[in-house]
Nanobody
């Protein structure tokens, strides 16, 4: 079991900044990749930024250099610094993690999600 708790969302004017944090706890040793996702009303959840299994970072095209993802070495904290926010960045932002557990036949992977934090950018 991996528990993810997000914080840091809120209301900000266009052009402003927010820093989101995700605290991971319990079985964090099984985590192979983590990332930030968002879901706007009426739209599917989409990747914003994440760390791959190899440790490299992956950003969505719409980020355009405005956001920076970071984490600590223990994978217990994941952060997203968002600058130059736009009204279209308004969404619920979720922290997600993939946990891999070894079994006799190979391994199983599980997805875990936080409860989400609302980000609202006013024009």
């Amino acid at each position: 079991q991996v528990r993810l708790v997000e914080s840091g969302g809120g209301l900000v004017q266009a052009g402003g900044s927010l820093r989101l944090s995700c605290a991971a706890s319990e079985d964090t040793a099984c985590i192979t990749s983590m990332g930030w996702y968002r879901q706007a009303p009426g739209r599917q959840r989409e990747l914003v930024a994440g760390f791959t299994e190899t440790g490299s970072t992956d950003y969505a095209e719409f980020v355009e250099g405005r956001f920076t993802i970071s984490r600590d070495n223990a994978k217990s904290t994941l952060a997203l610094l968002m600058n130059s926010l736009k009204p279209e960045d308004t969404a619920v932002y979720y922290c997600g993690a993939i946990c891999r557990r070894t079994i006799e036949a190979g391994y199983l992977e599980y997805e875990y999600w936080g409860q989400g934090t609302q980000v609202t950018v006013s024009s």
